[in-house]
């Protein structure tokens, strides 16, 4: 046991350093690094594609990808040494995650030698972005529920529905999008995935404006969208199978500062706020809460060190890899509510220039919700769990056998 | 970086579970509980042959020489066997104590015996309800002892104590052969019979101090620490096979037409608890590393470890009777057992609200450093 890097995890390590150094200015230590903005400016955009080709020109980008597609076939474990380097300087920030982490490896999985050849080089390059086309108004911890359609004509697919939740939609060039082909058939059986040109006649994007008022997310709407059948990746009504090949790919959070730095603040607030005359950490109550957040924030920096550990040995990631997301979301959500809790009443301002730590509380606070609900709610990563770590009964379907046309259903939205 | 335990730890993990599993079942701890006798004198033996009790004692001593990274491992399978004996207080803390502490003289006199199994250790610090260290009333003077310890885990079995006590106007550690005059030791009724308290008289009972005098308080702290990683280990051992008997049960457990484990409110409560579980694990992880490198960082990892662990050992045995239902509350099944040792291990060393306290006091001092 021991925190320790390999010789060739030490070798990778200064090499990347070496060539940071080079290429971008070091972090301020109480820096923290750039989050992707809410409705990026087109100048972060440019940025973050300058800097993308960058490092691929010269060695450093996707690479845990083959040789073949532009990577540098490295191990998983030198991809998370990258990442904590590149943390440490002031960069771009990464607007590839999904298509270098999600839409390149089911590309790799399931496309043809031509799409290969096509797509992958370029988006390693960064100079096509790429963004994801899955959750739908009502379908979204019910994926395979989708009903956006791609019906046959001629030699290609005819596209009519909408999307929503699409990271990164509005400055994206290309799309992957999981689409009903077949509604006769049951729910899982009748899809097919496709890649889809974002700049085609009939996809709009629109910004959802969110409660913090920042908007990350898009509607995309698609009317009559055409799109050539040599788009398609994987056989017709094959696209619950593609899907998951991308959602397996979804990061496990690995390496993360578990809320650490965070704490930190917190702390810092319980000194800076009073109560019964004296600093608020001098209070009994906001001690024994403050112990809880520090221990939760420790055993998930933890946990990401064992998983960390498993990959370095050769080991696949494992649903356990749930907990990080499953504790980390309301934890964060759970630290800023009692953040706020400190301000007493100035907890109901939200203003930069009074409320402590420039309102980074009450940010937080409007913000963590949604990180209880992207990429898996509390409640699906509380059911894969229960079902693929400890093994208990999967949740019982009503519309398994059904066709799809006949399964009941709501809707979500307002009309 | 490597954050895991060795093939080789492994094995003498392996080792201690199948060791258990035959010598240990769950009614060796029932025999315990439902009778007069304090703990099971067989299973002591046994685990002393198996070199358990002095594994992290130097050969020369009679020990096994393995470190603490073995002993853990030990630990969490003793845990996981509900194992009624008095490991946690011969192990983790007289026999640290006088590793630690003792004078050449006092290790050669105590160590191969309490390796052997022959003398039993326990750790008397408490002087009544609150603090574990709190007040301390019990003074040694002259190389005699005098004043009660109440409550003393395995207190009313050990034939050692180590004794936190007033020494001039400090502290000191001081080292008590139980079978000496002017010691009374009585067995209190144990929230967990399975596990002993006792309670120690001591008047001008002689003694011996063990390590320096005047410290020890930081002494008794330090050596708390060190207790704390290990029973985290025995406690998660334990947390992890409540969840585990409680998942058969739910998948067998029939109701309204199918298997109560179907129902998405127990999965998801299975699911919380096994997150506290394992946060608890990699905190005590975390804890076991700083333990066998001497690291100043155990002052941290240690209270993480011991909260976090007590925490979810104390949900596991709630949880593990609240979804066996009605039967859950039976003398006749065993959740009981593990509900009970839940609630003995998270008290034996404190308090988790004590280890949170100090937990803040110690963040803060490193904030300020």
């Known amino acids: ?415 | 970086m490597n954050f895991d335990f060795s093939e080789d730890q492994k094995f003498v993990q392996k080792t201690a579970r199948d060791y258990l599993v035959e010598h240990s079942d769950l009614a060796v701890c029932r025999a315990v509980l439902e009778s007069e006798q304090p703990y099971d004198k067989n299973l002591w033996k046994g685990v002393a042959e198996m070199g358990w009790l002095g594994a992290v004692v130097p050969e020369s001593y009679g020990g096994a020489g393995l470190g603490h990274l073995e002993l853990v491992l030990i630990a969490e399978e003793i845990g996981r066997s509900l194992a009624p004996i008095p490991f946690s207080s011969s192990v983790y803390l007289a026999t640290e104590a006088l590793l630690r502490h003792g004078s050449e003289e006092q290790k050669k006199k105590y160590l191969p015996r309490l390796c052997s199994g022959d003398l039993i250790g326990s750790f008397a610090v408490a002087e009544g309800l609150g603090d574990l260290d709190g007040a301390v009333e019990t003074r040694f003077e002259k190389g005699k002892l005098t004043g009660t310890k109440l409550p003393v885990p395995d207190g009313d079995v050990a034939g050692l104590a180590v004794v936190l006590a007033k020494e001039g106007s400090g502290h000191s550690l001081a080292l008590v052969e139980l079978g000496a005059p002017g010691v009374a030791q009585t067995a209190l009724k144990s929230f967990d019979p399975s596990r002993s308290m006792g309670r120690i008289e001591l008047r001008d009972a002689p003694a011996d101090r063990l390590g320096e005098a005047g410290r020890g308080r930081e002494l008794a702290s330090a050596l708390l620490d060190r207790a704390a990683v290990m029973m985290a280990f025995e406690q998660i051992g334990g947390a992890a096979r409540a969840l585990e008997i409680t998942r058969e049960f739910t998948m067998n457990r029939w109701a309204f037409g199918r298997p109560v484990a179907s129902f998405q409110v127990l999965k998801h409560r299975m699911a919380d608890l096994y997150a506290a579980i394992e946060l608890a694990r990699s905190n005590a992880f975390y804890g076991a590393w700083a333990l066998s490198h001497d690291a100043p960082e155990l002052a941290i990892a240690a209270p993480a470890a011991r909260v976090a662990a007590s925490d979810a050992f104390q949900l596991a045995g709630e949880e593990m009777v609240q979804m066996h239902g009605g039967v859950g509350f039976t003398w006749e099944y065993d959740c009981h057992l593990f509900y009970r040792r839940a609630r003995w291990t998270g008290a034996a060393l404190g308090s988790p609200s004590e280890w949170r306290e100090k937990l803040i006091q110690r963040l803060e001092k490193q904030h300020a450093a």
Request: proline share 5%; charged share 25%; hydrophobic share 40%.
């Open chain 1, 1 to 415: 046991m021991d925190f320790d890097d390999t010789p060739q995890e030490a070798a990778f390590r200064k090499k990347a350093r070496a060539w940071l150094e080079k290429n971008a200015k070091l972090r301020a230590p109480d820096d923290a690094a750039d989050e992707l903005g809410e409705r990026e400016d087109a100048g972060t955009i440019a940025a973050a594609k300058a800097w993308q080709a960058k490092k691929f020109d010269e060695g450093f980008a996707v690479l845990t990808w083959p040789k073949e597609y532009g990577g540098q076939a490295l191990s998983r474990v030198e991809n998370v040494v990258w990442n904590q380097e590149e943390a440490k300087f002031k960069t771009p920030p990464n607007i590839y995650g999904i298509g270098h982490g999600m839409l390149g490896p089911t590309l790799m999985a399931h496309g043809t030698p031509e799409q290969k050849a096509k797509y992958l080089r370029d988006m390693a390059r960064g100079q096509v972005v790429w963004c994801q086309l899955f959750s739908e108004p009502a379908a979204g911890s019910d994926l395979a529920g989708l009903r956006t359609s791609a019906v046959r004509d001629g030699d290609g697919w005819v596209v009519n529905g909408q999307k929503i939740w699409s990271t990164g939609a509005h400055y994206s060039d290309l799309g992957m999008i999981v689409t009903r082909t077949d509604p006769d058939a049951a729910k899982h059986a009748g899809l097919s995935y496709f890649i889809v040109d974002m700049k085609a006649k009939g996809v709009e994007v629109r910004p959802i404006k969110q409660i913090n008022g920042g908007s990350g997310f898009n509607e995309v709407f698609f009317s009559n969208v055409r799109v050539p059948d040599s788009n398609r990746l994987g056989a017709v009504g094959d696209g619950w199978r593609v899907a998951l090949t991308t959602l397996m790919n979804e990061r496990v959070a690995i390496g993360a500062g578990g809320g650490a730095g965070r704490f930190r603040e917190l702390m810092n607030l319980a000194r800076q706020a009073r109560r019964n005359g004296r600093p608020a950490l001098e209070d009994s109550a906001v001690r024994q809460k403050l112990a809880d957040f520090y221990i939760k924030s420790q055993g998930l920096k933890y946990t990401g060190m064992r998983t960390l550990t498993a990959l370095s040995q050769g080991q696949t990631p494992g649903p356990e890899g749930s907990i990080g997301k499953a504790v980390g979301a309301p934890l964060s959500q759970q630290m800023a509510a009692f953040a706020l809790e400190l301000q007493g009443a100035m907890g109901a301002v939200h203003a930069e220039d009074l409320s402590p730590q420039e309102g980074l509380w009450q940010d937080a606070y409007l913000g963590s919700p949604g990180i209880r609900i992207a990429g898996g709610t509390d409640e699906i990563l509380r059911n894969i769990i229960a079902e693929r770590v400890l093994r208990l009964p999967p949740e019982m379907r009503v519309d398994k056998d059904r066709p799809f046309r006949d399964i009941p259903s709501g809707s979500v939205r307002k009309a």
